[in-house]
């Protein structure tokens, strides 16, 4: 019999899966797709599916706190107390004899937007110092490059209700498929649905997703930048571009315009090893 249920999110990758997690009388941990949430509506991938298996298998986790007093003494059981008291103890005496830069935090990226908050709180507005960094950070650092360079903020200008109202999806360099299958499983459907959508896949490898696409460019690893500029060459000389939105929100666009000029079709198929005919059908879609 089913003791209680808490709605949740899945804690395995960034798509933000809603979990619905119950629990019975024997303790034991199960798990359901949310069907009310707005960006799995019920829907899990496997990993998903067997959170419950993770939480109700202990044989390989720390359910305790444990603390040796020296290197040279096995760890032992202890309470909360007293392991909470030992690291501050620790951290104290550190941060005193060295200053509070003499310290850092390295945060796990499997953790809510509250979890980093309070760890960014303890550090920075406690111990006084910035010296955090987490797995988050690093793995989306060039992604905020990114963003800043080309929308002027770190912001991802969409939000996954666009994927039922999009008409044409450029993939690149990533196989969601495998690795956001939730997210692949509203496109799949969305094309199911209207199959004018288009799907354009940039990747080196044949993916699940690049077997899915209208369009595969298999183009060298290393040419992305070649490629992007070629298609730009491609949609200026269509002119299918918004020049009033250029002239009022962008910088530097006739440094860019020399730039995809600078570079022929021809020069850029041979580079990338994309064939020439494909940008003229890419211009289609």
Known sequence: ?????????????????????????????????????????????????????????????????????????????????????????????????????????????????????????????????????????LCMSSAVVGYKKTFGEDSVPISYADIELADAFLITGANPAWCHPILFRRLEKHKEEHPDVKIIVVDPRKTDTANFADLHLQLLPGTDVILYNAIGRCLYKRGLIDEDFINKHTEGFQEYKDLIFSTSLKQASKLCGVPERIFGKLQIL
């Not at 249920?5 to 619905?20: L, M, Q, R």
């Not at 707005?38 to 959170?51: A, R, Y």
């Not at 501050?88 to 941060?95: D, G, N, R």
């Open 1 to 137: 019999m089913i003791q209680s249920e808490v709605k949740t999110t899945c804690s395995y990758c960034g798509v933000g899966c809603g979990i619905v997690v119950k629990k019975d009388n024997n303790n034991k941990v199960f798990v359901e797709g949310d069907k009310d949430h707005p960006v799995n509506k019920g829907m899990l991938c496997s990993k998903g599916m067997n959170l419950h298996y993770v939480a109700n298998d202990t044989s390989d986790r720390i359910l305790y706190p444990e603390m040796r007093w020296s290197r040279s003494h096995p760890r032992e059981r202890v309470s909360w107390d007293d392991a909470l008291d030992r690291a501050a103890s620790v951290f104290k005496s550190i941060i005193k004899k060295h200053g509070p830069d003499s310290v850092g935090f390295y945060v796990s990226g499997q953790s809510l937007t509250e979890e980093y908050y309070i760890a960014n709180k303890l550090t920075k507005g406690f111990l006084g110092t910035n010296n955090i960094d987490t797995n988050s950070r």
